[in-house]
């Protein structure tokens, strides 16, 4: 039940659903999904995110990326999951007499298995003794029946399991069911023999081969077999069980970790103001690659079909740069083409760029705090709010009046959720997220002057540079279960 609910909270950056997502004020699209591991102690579930976009703010959507900012990055997750995680049923005397239930409904349920050990025992037995004839079969060469063999060794069965009483009488059930039409049906104190001999083995033709043919073949047999199998696996168990409880909980605490490497490929138009040491103005591309790695701590509290709280707290080691804390801006350059005359042709195009001189390169330190509150009822939104702090000599403004100290960039985020669930009866899935948000990059920085012209920036650039309003819109992806 723990890696059932944890797996279905798992998040990537921000909506918390595996699929689509997309920012529609960058724009920017994750692509992000999820899968429960097993046997691997505790690591539970690995995750990923792929996300690409555009970094810049200018970005005219009819004119196309050819002269825009972007990024790809790649993330994938490992949670491992510690035993710290508990549960409530309320609390007394409510909680004791919900216990006792969930005590007593675990008790049928195990007590229903072992009858379907026992079931799927004996047809297993049923159908090896009738298909016993089968064993004997040659292939066509002697090698390729060793080398059958070899692969698929025959494994003796044993017929004094229906020494037993309760066996029989399971036996007797589904021999009944298998040659129903004869009559009359085997009593339930029909022996060994009579259930043996009217379930009978199939008859091979003196001929067969690879392309022989059966007389008196039952199909049944191998039909029980088959749902007795997949009857008694321990999932099945394991999922009756969180059934049997599903109603009576009040509460339930998760707590895992997460390891999160990732890479970061980003292109961005640079201004250059000099070429090969002349003063010169031209725009370049400039593509880098970063790479770095998070841990998280993540808290989430479950109260069934009412509501949830998730924290998250994580710290960042990465190569990168300081484009958070740098405006980039619109340009438009214009070239001649052709001339007649008093008439010239010009080509003009445009896009988004950064001054070059003020990109800078290192590492970076950093540290986030994100909470969600996530009411479980259709059209009901939540909220979150998200926090950041980052800390590097990259944050070194020295080209603006007494900002060349500077090292730190603290952002902060907030806004609401809305998770449209399926009608579905008995199914809780995330059909449609939608997600509105309003973010301020740097809540420590004020407005700017320049250190070459003593020109303070505008009002309209500082706000453009540090607040964002946006909204984001989650599509999950269900991929089909075998």
Not at 210 to 225: A, I, N, S
Request: net charge positive; hydrophobic share 35%; with cysteine.
């Amino acid at each position: 039940m723990i890696i059932q609910d944890i797996s279905y909270a798992i998040t990537g950056e921000a909506i918390p659903i595996t699929g689509l997502k997309i920012d529609v004020s960058k724009p920017e699209g994750t692509i992000s999904g999820a899968f429960p591991i097993k046997n691997l102690g505790a690591l539970k579930n690995i995750s990923f995110d792929i996300k690409g976009g555009v970094t810049g703010q200018n970005f005219n959507l009819f004119k196309g990326f050819k002269n825009v900012s972007g990024a790809f990055e790649a993330r994938p997750s490992f949670h491992l999951v510690p035993s710290w995680s508990s549960g409530k049923y309320g609390y007394p005397p409510k909680s004791t007499q919900n216990k006792l239930l969930v005590i007593a409904n675990n008790h049928l349920v195990d007590k229903e298995y072992s009858l379907i050990k026992d079931s799927l025992n004996v047809i297993r037995l049923l159908k090896e003794y009738h298909t016993e004839p089968l064993t004997n079969i040659k292939s066509k060469t002697e090698k390729k029946r060793k080398k059958q063999d070899e692969n698929h060794p025959v494994k003796p069965f044993d017929l004094t399991t229906l020494d037993s009483l309760d066996k029989r009488k399971i036996a007797i059930y589904f021999v009944n069911k298998i040659c129903k039409d004869v009559k009359p049906a085997l009593d339930e104190n029909a022996s060994k023999d009579d259930i043996l001999n009217r379930l009978g083995k199939v008859e091979v033709d003196a001929n067969a081969s690879d392309k022989g043919f059966l007389m008196g073949y039952k199909q049944e047999v191998y039909t029980y077999y088959k749902l007795y199998t997949s009857r008694s696996s321990y999932e099945t168990q394991n999922k009756l069980k969180i059934q049997n409880s599903a109603d009576l909980w009040t509460k339930k605490s998760y707590y895992w970790f997460t390891l999160s490497p990732f890479i970061r490929g980003e292109g961005i138009n640079a201004y250059h103001n000099k070429y090969q040491g002349l003063d010169s103005l031209y725009f370049k591309s400039e593509n880098s690659w970063y790479y770095g790695g998070t841990a998280m701590f993540n808290l989430y509290h479950l109260y069934p079909k009412r509501f949830a709280h998730f924290l998250r707290a994580s710290i960042t080691l990465s190569h990168s740069n300081n484009l958070a804390a740098l405006s980039p801006f619109g340009y438009e350059t214009t070239a001649p083409m052709f001339q007649a005359g008093n008439s010239v042709t010009q080509k003009t195009s445009s896009g988004t760029a950064y001054t070059f001189d003020q990109i800078r390169y290192g590492f970076l330190k950093s540290a986030s705090i994100d909470y969600y509150f996530l009411p479980l009822k259709t059209f009901i939104p939540g909220a979150y709010i998200s926090t950041n702090f980052n800390n590097s000599k990259l944050y070194n403004l020295v080209d603006y009046v007494g900002r060349e100290n500077d090292s730190w960039l603290i952002g902060a985020e907030g806004g609401l959720i809305f998770n449209i669930n399926s009608r579905e009866s008995g199914k809780e899935k995330n059909i449609l997220s939608i997600l509105t948000y309003i973010r301020n990059e740097d809540v420590t920085d004020k407005r700017r002057t320049s250190v070459k012209t003593g020109i303070e920036e505008s009002s309209d650039d500082f706000n453009k540079r540090n607040w964002r309003i946006g909204l984001k819109v989650g599509i999950p992806i269900n991929l089909p279960q075998r």
